[in-house]
């Protein structure tokens, strides 16, 4: 092309000397500004997270108890975990967690996605709505576990009174004390304390969604069921997902709740509290760590589910 | 037909709002309410008194707590977001190898079961001298805090323009400057949502609180409650513990209120987007 | 006098590249606008000049002076972004003041830039409002300011016109144009409208797919494209092209058949084969309703758009056989032009004004006798 022809050709400078480019670099250089910025980051999860965790996983190998935490332990190798594996209250409280998170995380979609599909529409009094909703998130769980502590009360209890006065019972039940009525209450309490953080994410996906396929979805079909199943629900499923593994692994790790309601007992118990019951009141540090260890690696396999469930929005940026 | 089914749908509502609030509802009660009246079932406390609220107001654990409370979230979400408006930048404008790597890392740290480091973490804060005082709980709860704090002010930060951090390079600016010259003004209203959520889940923080505290001076709220207890197991203070409850979730309910609408784009930019 | 000139310059994106080995000499005091589609890298090309981005390889110069280490605001360039980008936490005055902080001028100096940058600009009155208290038009015009008060040795402007509506942008092209003419500056202007681009440039640089098609002044590039591409992507409505097919007449001339009977004469330098397939190009304004004229064209109205000043009509032309495809083409002709749907249309035009293109885009040289 005869533009090349015609580009005059310059001398090129001298290269700045290598002070002058180094302090340029420090200057403006975003890829080193980008870890000089990240550093207390890194540094302070290494030493809250990365260290601790480490400390977990070797005392789980010792034999370690809280009152010769700070003499010196000796190495058990996998005794601990033999110790947890074959003990039944691990078994039994691996099953309360599992049976507790899947009740829980199952009912809260449901009624998470039925808010949701509320707060989406159009009415008079919908930022009213969306405020009460936010109450129970805004509630310290240990203070809503009390809550409902009083609420459950077998003689004063007010879920009792309501119960009895719309004749679903005939005397007081005392919720909190058999296992079988026990895990109920507390899926109940989950359930109410975490469905408004679920309706908020799947109306966020809802709102994601443009308007106007609605609106053609309106002209084509005029059932409100069809064009749930047809439109919506497929549109929100990516959300729905992420929301229900982001709910699970919190429900896999609970504890407040259960601590609260029932106390360290291990029968309605979770792996939580079966662990610190171990390391705290039990004070077998090496066998609790093991404990915590297998909690950690139980959920982390979860994590990596959550890991991949979110990765095609990972990096776009 | 159409008056029929906005009926329902009004019903419906209704009917979510009760079940959100009424649980509040009966704490609000049960704290108005003393004697032998907390044990009647009523929807309106026939002869409310203030009585608890004086007795919880009046017991210096108590107040201690909530100031404990208040130094140890507060602390934390200040901490926080010191160090997350830095690394967020990091994470949210800038190109470099390991990025995503580091953001991985930060978003599994965030899911940590915390009962993960429970023993580690006793063992570390006892190390360092930390067991039992209000800095080895802002200490530990970084470890809860910071990964979220990160992943919600990127989602903000990524969306601000790319034209504008453009125009503060031509106008010579360094990463520095545009951190702190042009990003931190505008993140002003994410830096409180943020915050706010940093603060709420140090607030409520039970587990740490109750493993690496021993005396009640260095008790925080949640535990507080939790060991708020009468002459016996059968003769709970329900009184006082619903005065208590309310007197520490107000402040929240009203704050939470005030920022619904940054707390949700926070709280979903966290988790929906990614 | 050369201003910016861009030696042998390719930008990749990891393994894709955006701007193959390009070479450009932007004029000083002269508005160079870079055109063509989007992704044909022309914001690139400038984000590089800017240094916003890096080159890949190749040389970057301003004003004599390779800048390819030379941090942006050192250039010496003044940028108007599409978003206008202005900082929203500062007013207008604070907005222009910011880069000159930078620059480490005395206090007296930034003032007095700023004062007559306002003045210029009109923006007196506004220098202590948000942007969000101003309106689109000023807001634009207060990123002008912020490039203006640098005081650069080229202006830089991405798109900038194409967040405003169409009645402000026509109005904004023109003080754009004038401001620039006063202040004899240089710029490149980055735009895919090509009537922006018409009106605008002093020279068009038109780019597809990060390589320069061709380059010069409006009016030569848009009644010289050296190729199909370029013929097609200035004018609007766009360039129409019927396909032909050449036929040898002895020597430097030829015939070009494209519909039954009368084929059109032509000369050229150019050698072909007989038979070769090629297209011809006529604009819609150089079609007209006279049947004196050398070349006609006929075929069937399907849609008459009556735009009050013009009509276009569109024509669906006779195949010289059911193997042909068919082919539309498009005219401009009088308002008040009668003209009905479905009924048949013969439509003239000089052979002088048509350009032939072979069949991988190239202009023939030709000249039609």
Redesign the interface.
Known sequence: MEATASVPVFPIDRPASAFKRWQQWL??S??F???V??A???I??V???G??????????FTDAELLT??DSVTWVGFKNYAAILSDPDWWVALRNTLVFSFLSVVLETLLGLG?AL?LN?E?R?RS?????????????????A???T??YND??G?IN?GFMALGLTSEPVAWLSSPSTAMFALVMVDV?KTT??MA??I???LQLIPKDVYEAAKLDSGSPFRIFFKITLPLIQP?IA??VI?RA?DA??V??LF??LIGSKVDTGT??IY??QR??EFQE?GV??AA??L??LF??S??LL??WA?RP???E? | MKWVGKIA?YF??TL??F???F??Y??VV?SLKNGAD????EWIPTSPTLVNYRSILTTDSFLQSVLNSVLVAGATSLFAL???I??S??????R?RG??L????????S??????????????I?WLGLYNTLSGLT??Y??LV??FT?WVMRGFM?SI?K??E???????????RI?F??FF??MKPALATTGLLAF?AA??E??FA??FTLSSDKRT???A??MLSGGSQFELP?GN??AA?VI??LP??G???IF?KH???G??SG???? | MASVVLRNIAKKFGKVEIVHDLSLVVESNALTVFVGPSGCGKSTILRCI???EEVSSGDVFIDNVRVNDVV???RG???V???Y?????MNVYENMR??L???GLPKAEIHARIEKAAEILALTPYLQRKPKQLSGGQRQRVAMG?ALVRQPKVFLFDEPLSNLDAALRTKMRVEIARLRKSLGATAIYVTHDQVEAMTLADKIVVLRAGRIEQQGSPLDVYHNPVNRFVASFLGSPAMNFVPGRLRSGGAKSAQLEFQKGNPLEFSTNASFQSGTEVEFGIRPEHLTINPDLRGQLQGKVFAVEKLGDQALVHLMLDRANDSQAETTVVARLPWDMKCEVDTDLSLGFDPDRCHLFESHGTRLESSFH
Request: charged share 10%; glycine share 4%.
């Open positions: 200057l403006y975003r890829v500004w980008a870890w910025f990240l207390p980051t890194l302070t999860l030493l809250v997270a260290r601790p965790l480490l400390g977990t996983f070797y005392l789980s935490l700070d808010i509320v529409e009415f009094g009213f709505l969306r405020a009460a909703v936010l109450v129970p998130w805004a509630i310290p769980t240990v203070i809503s009390k809550m409902w009083w609420m003689m004063y007010v009174a109410w408004p953080f908020l994410l109306l966020a996906g959300t992420i929301a982001f692994l896999l790790r504890f407040d601590y609260v792996v939580t662990a610190r390391l705290m540090f609790g760590s915590s260890v909690i950690f959920i982390g979860f994590t959550y890991l979110v929005q990972r990096d940026a | 749908f419906l509502v979510i709002v079940y959100a609030v649980p509040f009966w704490a049960t907390l044990f009647k079932v010191l160090i997350a830095l690394s930048y990091s994470l949210s404008r800038v470099f990025r995503s580091v953001l991985l890392t930060i978003l599994s740290v899911m940590f079961p915390q009962i993960a480091v429970l023993s580690g973490m006793f063992e570390l006892r200490f530990c970084m470890a910071l990964p990160v990524k323009p034209e504008l453009e125009a503060a390079i031509l106008d010579g600016c360094g990463p520095t951190v010259q042009v003004p505008l709420i607030w409520n039970f587990l109750l493993t709220v949640p535990v409650i939790a329900w513990i619903m409850s520490v979730t929240l309910i704050l939470v209120l619904q707390i949700v784009s709280l979903t988790a929906v987007k990614g | 800017a240094g916003l942006p605001f050192k360039v003044g940028m972004f599409q978003s980008a202005l900082y929203p936490h910011f880069g902080l930078s620059l912020r």
